[in-house]
């Protein structure tokens, strides 16, 4: 696994209006585009700035990447696209060129990893991705001030991104932990409705009779439960209250979003990191973090039952048999949440980013071109090595179709 990147913290101060479409500057345009506690990376590749750019130390101890060959049709797709300069896998834009995208937390780790290895190739180019959540990528990318998104959950009208622009590019999925920290409490089990009643605030003590249910023989602390959430719009949010939706029972009824009104004896920290740090550092809390960040916080997880009946720990593995056992929709907006099949990890979430249909600035749509065939190609062999699950060869033969269909104008 890849150490988690190090993270900027700046506070939104500053309105910035809608620009038109144009190459965005490196770096942040403005404050509202790095969130705090969120892992941020700024990379810039050009030469003549390379003595003020902001680079993320990572610690030195990695875990080594697995790598996997592309096979068959998806094979067949990137070879068809080696032939376009503004598309090819792990070709550049031409030219010197900048982009910027900003989003989702969950997926920051794969972003950076996968912004390394496209610079190395491309070192006239620079590439910058915020980790500022999925809610506030969706509202940068409506306003103009970013070139692509990063989102964890699907577009509604509210986000204020006009239906028929863009496109879902799907990058990846790994499991929403259930991470919690309770003293003498090494393994731990909860089915969806015991889950749903502890985050709705109808169980409020560790000693509760479902939760013993849920695991027999295990001693439980007469201790309450301190319930940890996002205080940012998020798409882990939003994936976590929709499996919560689905199997929560009578004590989830906070439906499903980005945000939703939790009660008032919870404690909200911005970004998945944030959520993370909560947990470690309150015996008894609970909380719910990507897979990612809960390993490098090395936080402990609960197994959650599936469909099936099973307890089910996060895993790579669980994580894949999850979006085996979910449908992939025509826009490519799949959902693995609560997918039925042996040995799936139920709260499973997809990643996508959001690109727009058409760019008419030649140098920035050939290098979101060329990126996004990037991460839907070269990249995946990065996946599992920083903890998410690769795409399935017909999902990523799907992706790399999508990418290929972007329309660069001038």
Same mark, same amino acid.
């Given at each position: 696994?890849?150490?988690?990147?190090?993270?900027?913290?700046?506070?939104?101060?500053?309105?910035?209006?809608?620009?038109?479409?144009?190459?965005?500057?490196?770096?942040?345009?403005?404050?509202?585009?790095?969130?705090?506690?969120?892992?941020?990376? =700024?990379?810039?590749?050009?030469s $003549?700035?390379?003595s003020?750019?902001?680079?993320?130390?990572?610690?030195?101890?990695?875990?080594?990447?697995?790598?996997?060959?592309?096979v068959?049709?998806?094979?067949?797709?990137?070879?068809? =696209?080696?032939?376009?300069?503004?598309?090819?896998a792990?070709?550049?834009?031409?030219?010197?060129?900048?982009?910027?995208?900003?989003?989702?937390?969950?997926?920051?780790?794969?972003?950076?990893?996968?912004?390394?290895?496209?610079?190395?190739?491309?070192p006239?180019?620079n590439?910058?991705?915020?980790?500022?959540?999925?809610?506030? @990528?969706?509202?940068?990318?409506?306003?103009? =001030?970013?070139?692509?998104?990063?989102?964890?959950?699907t577009?509604?009208?509210?986000?204020?991104?006009?239906?028929? $622009?863009?496109?879902?590019?799907? =990058?990846a999925?790994?499991?929403?932990?259930?991470?919690?920290?309770?003293?003498?409490?090494?393994?731990?089990?909860?089915?969806?409705?015991?889950l749903?009643?502890?985050?709705?605030?109808?169980?409020?003590?560790?000693?509760?009779?479902?939760?013993?249910?849920?695991?027999?023989?295990?001693k439980?602390?007469?201790?309450?439960?301190?319930?940890?959430?996002?205080?940012?719009?998020?798409?882990?949010?939003?994936?976590?209250?929709?499996?919560?939706?689905?199997?929560?029972?009578? +004590?989830?009824?906070? @439906?499903k979003?980005?945000?939703?009104?939790?009660a008032?004896?919870?404690?909200?920290?911005?970004?998945?990191? @944030?959520?993370?740090?909560?947990?470690?550092?309150?015996?008894?809390?609970?909380?719910?973090?990507d897979?990612?960040?809960?390993?490098?916080? +090395?936080?402990?997880?609960?197994?959650?039952?599936?469909?099936?009946?099973?307890?089910?720990a996060?895993?790579?593995?669980a994580?894949?048999?999850?979006?085996?056992?979910?449908?992939?929709?025509?826009?490519?907006?799949?959902?693995?949440i609560?997918?039925?099949?042996?040995?799936?990890?139920?709260?499973?979430?997809?990643?996508?980013?959001?690109?727009?249909?058409?760019?008419?600035?030649?140098?920035?749509?050939?290098?979101?071109?060329?990126?996004?065939?990037?991460?839907?190609?070269?990249?995946?062999?990065?996946?599992?090595?920083?903890?998410?699950?690769?795409?399935?060869?017909?999902?990523?033969?799907?992706?790399?179709?999508?990418?290929?269909?972007?329309?660069?104008?001038?």
């Amino acid at each position: 696994m890849q150490a988690t990147h190090s993270r900027l913290q700046a506070e939104r101060t500053t309105f910035v209006p809608k620009l038109p479409e144009r190459a965005v500057p490196a770096g942040p345009t403005s404050p509202s585009l790095v969130g705090s506690f969120g892992r941020q990376r =700024l990379i810039h590749a050009t030469s $003549s700035v390379r003595s003020n750019r902001l680079r993320a130390h990572r610690p030195a101890k990695r875990r080594p990447h697995r790598f996997h060959a592309l096979v068959g049709g998806v094979a067949a797709v990137a070879l068809a =696209l080696a032939g376009c300069a503004s598309g090819a896998a792990g070709q550049g834009s031409g030219g010197a060129a900048s982009i910027t995208g900003s989003g989702s937390s969950f997926q920051n780790a794969f972003q950076q990893a996968a912004i390394d290895e496209f610079v190395k190739k491309n070192p006239d180019d620079n590439v910058t991705y915020n980790s500022v959540g999925s809610g506030q @990528g969706k509202k940068d990318f409506a306003s103009g =001030l970013t070139n692509f998104a990063g989102t964890d959950s699907t577009v509604k009208d509210s986000d204020g991104i006009a239906a028929d $622009s863009f496109v879902y590019v799907p =990058l990846a999925s790994a499991p929403i932990t259930v991470s919690y920290n309770l003293s003498g409490v090494s393994k731990l089990k909860l089915s969806g409705t015991t889950l749903g009643s502890i985050f709705g605030r109808t169980i409020k003590n560790w000693n509760d009779p479902a939760i013993a249910a849920d695991n027999a023989g295990v001693k439980l602390p007469d201790k309450p439960i301190v319930v940890a959430h996002r205080s940012d719009g998020s798409g882990t949010t939003n994936r976590f209250t929709e499996f919560l939706a689905a199997a929560g029972g009578p +004590g989830w009824t906070l @439906g499903k979003g980005d945000s939703v009104a939790w009660a008032a004896d919870t404690q909200g920290g911005a970004q998945n990191t @944030g959520v993370a740090q909560l947990v470690k550092q309150t015996d008894g809390a609970i909380g719910y973090v990507d897979f990612a960040d809960a390993l490098a916080a +090395g936080l402990t997880f609960a197994s959650v039952k599936n469909k099936n009946g099973e307890f089910i720990a996060p895993s790579l593995e669980a994580a894949t048999a999850a979006v085996a056992g979910g449908d992939v929709p025509d826009d490519l907006a799949f959902d693995p949440i609560n997918s039925a099949g042996a040995g799936a990890y139920p709260i499973t979430a997809p990643t996508y980013i959001l690109l727009k249909k058409s760019y008419s600035d030649a140098a920035v749509g050939n290098l979101v071109k060329a990126y996004a065939t990037f991460l839907v190609t070269d990249a995946q062999a990065l996946a599992a090595g920083i903890n998410y699950a690769k795409l399935p060869d017909t999902l990523q033969q799907k992706a790399v179709a999508q990418v290929a269909k972007l329309q660069v104008r001038g």
